[in-house]
């Protein structure tokens, strides 16, 4: 039988904001897996189709740590999207949240296009400010997991970094517990709604920020955006907001990756932004993303 994560109750959870117990627990044994270094989470890879145990324990195990792995494939010339759909499936990552600039596939080919109506920044090669993958979903569809496969890197930039959400969880409660109520609030943040030539494409969705999975982890929807996103008015949200972009802005916090080809980064969607790019006139920038509902779960552990 396929070992995946149980139901927790959510009182249970560390990140439950009454249960000064289990976080104090919690805490003590995260504080060796804060910012990891590239090498606490790299790991190379032999066949993407079929993963050896090793390989599929050693991702697993980043994720549970560091809720991120950056892998590395042996052969660079293997570059069919189908190893995305097939790496998804050894970690139990099958549900696709197709968007609307995917792919009949429901993953996205990430480049530079042409765009009619709304233009999204991801299929331009501006600079992407932090996020988490789906913020503006609704709570039954967030997006727990993502793959990220680098096909071909920009000629300069497209520097991701990347930031496990549970840092700034300590951050702040440590800080101050409120912090943490503010942000678990189901009106703490409101995405507008989404409007191309008046039609409404999306509606507004209004959730917390922080949220407990169902197996007891943590998930967080945020955007650093300025514009477009409405904030409770309160003063701990508008704090801990402020607290949160400061904790970004800080390179010390954060793993910075450029991907080459042949890499991709496998996650527990966590908070990541993306530098501005330049494309050559051959070597221009190309990743598949498929970003599911189901967070990393290992079968082989
Ligand atoms: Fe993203």
Not at 70 to 95: C, I, N, P, W
Not at 109 to 131: C, D, F, M
Not at 179 to 186: G, K, N, R, V, W
């Amino acid at each position: 039988m396929p070992q995946l994560a149980k139901q927790t109750a959510i009182t249970d959870s560390p990140f439950y904001p009454g249960n000064k117990s289990a976080y104090k627990q919690w805490r003590e044994a995260k504080l060796r897996f804060l910012k990891p270094a590239m090498s606490d989470v790299l790991v190379r890879i032999t066949d993407p189709y079929r993963l050896s145990a090793e390989e599929n324990a050693a991702i697993a195990v980043c994720c549970e740590n560091y809720n991120m792995a950056v892998y590395q494939l042996g052969d660079t010339s293997v570059r069919d999207k189908s190893l995305v759909h097939a790496l998804g499936k050894q970690f139990a990552m099958e549900k696709l949240d197709a968007n609307l600039r995917s792919d009949e596939d429901s993953i996205s080919s990430l480049e530079v296009r042409e765009q009619n109506g709304n233009q999204y920044i991801p299929y331009t090669n501006k600079a992407l400010s932090w996020h988490t993958d789906g913020y503006y979903n609704p709570l039954d569809k967030q997006i727990f997991g993502i793959i990220m496969h680098c096909v071909s890197p920009a000629a300069a930039g497209g520097v991701n970094s990347l930031l496990n959400p549970e840092n700034i969880y300590i951050a702040l409660r440590d800080e101050n517990p409120a912090y943490i109520e503010a942000l678990m609030h189901p009106q703490a943040m409101t995405i507008p709604a989404n409007i191309d030539s008046g039609e409404v494409i999306r509606q507004a969705q209004t959730g917390p920020v922080f949220m407990i999975k169902p197996n007891g982890r943590l998930h967080m929807r945020f955007s650093a955006r300025k514009r477009n996103i409405r904030w409770r008015d309160t003063p701990d949200t508008q704090n801990a907001v402020a607290m949160i972009n400061d904790f970004l802005a800080d390179e010390s916090n954060v793993l910075q990756v450029k991907l080459e080809a042949g890499q991709g980064i496998i996650c527990n969607n966590v908070l990541h932004n993306r530098s501005g790019f330049t494309d050559g006139s051959i070597q221009k920038r190309l990743m598949y993303r498929a970003r599911y509902y189901d967070a990393v779960e290992s079968f082989k552990l």
